[in-house]
């Protein structure tokens, strides 16, 4: 497993499609979090918010960077499309785990915020919601569901969209709304280990049904 995340580590870095989603999670990040004051648990929403979109588009770019050709050869070298599939969400998890840390320590060193460890885990708990989700909505709307790339990033981008936007739907856009609530953050991470176990589940499921799919068209 770990020649496969290599490879495909390898193959994206050089295609260099990943630039894209990284100097958009960058770029936001730091227009809206520089000089910032104030309660650190409301600016995560920013960091949130923006990993989600981040990590949607780095997971689409991880799982169509090979076109199906060659994405056969490679499954028939590992062993099977299943291991293809989790080398690269294991992959997108890994980017996801240092984008995460950004988000999470950039908002203290840019800005100047009240904070304590209460907020850190509210913080940790609302990004890693995020960044299951964002992996989630990612492996639905790659190419072995959607056959064709633009179609596959027009999706994702609605989906991504829609998904912090919808009142009420979980897991995100309830995670979000507790962080700008100005409750206490220790009173937020209950609900939010919740939303992130919630999270968890559902990338879990869209992987499954995303394998299911793909064995169909093999």
């Given at each position: 497993?770990?020649?496969?995340?290599?490879?495909?580590?390898?193959?994206?870095?050089?295609?260099?499609?990943?630039?894209?989603?990284?100097?958009?999670?960058?770029i936001v990040l730091f227009v809206f979090t520089v000089n910032d004051r104030g309660l650190l648990a409301n600016i995560y929403v920013v960091s949130a918010s923006t990993?989600?979109?981040?990590?949607?588009?780095?997971?689409?770019?991880?799982?169509?960077?090979?076109?199906?050709?060659?994405?056969?050869?490679?499954?028939?070298?590992?062993?099977?499309?299943?291991?293809?599939?989790?080398?690269?969400v294991a992959l997108a998890l890994l980017a996801g785990v240092g984008l995460t840390v950004v988000g999470l320590v950039f908002p203290?060193?840019?800005?100047?915020?009240?904070?304590?460890?209460?907020?850190?885990?509210?913080?940790?708990?609302?990004?890693?919601?995020?960044?299951?989700?964002g992996i989630a909505i990612g492996v639905l709307c790659?190419?072995?569901?959607?056959?064709?790339?633009?179609?596959?990033?027009?999706?994702?981008?609605?989906?991504?969209i829609a998904v912090p936007l919808t009142p009420g739907l979980p897991p995100v856009n309830p995670a979000l709304r507790l962080l700008s609530s100005n409750q206490p953050a220790g009173e937020l991470l209950y609900p939010l280990s919740g939303y992130l176990g919630l999270s968890i589940v559902v990338a879990a499921g869209?992987?499954?049904v995303t394998r299911a799919i793909s064995v169909r068209r093999e």
């Open positions: 497993m770990g020649a496969l995340i290599r490879y495909n580590l390898a193959a994206v870095v050089q295609g260099q499609r990943y630039v894209a989603p990284l100097l958009f999670f960058g990993l989600l979109v981040s990590m949607c588009w780095l997971t689409v770019t991880i799982l169509n960077h090979e076109d199906p050709v060659r994405r056969s050869i490679q499954s028939v070298t590992a062993g099977g499309s299943g291991r293809v599939l989790i080398a690269e203290i060193l840019s800005g100047s915020h009240q904070w304590d460890g209460s907020s850190l885990a509210a913080g940790v708990l609302a990004l890693a919601t995020c960044l299951f989700t790659s190419r072995l569901v959607v056959p064709r790339t633009g179609y596959s990033l027009l999706l994702a981008l609605v989906v991504v869209c992987i499954a």
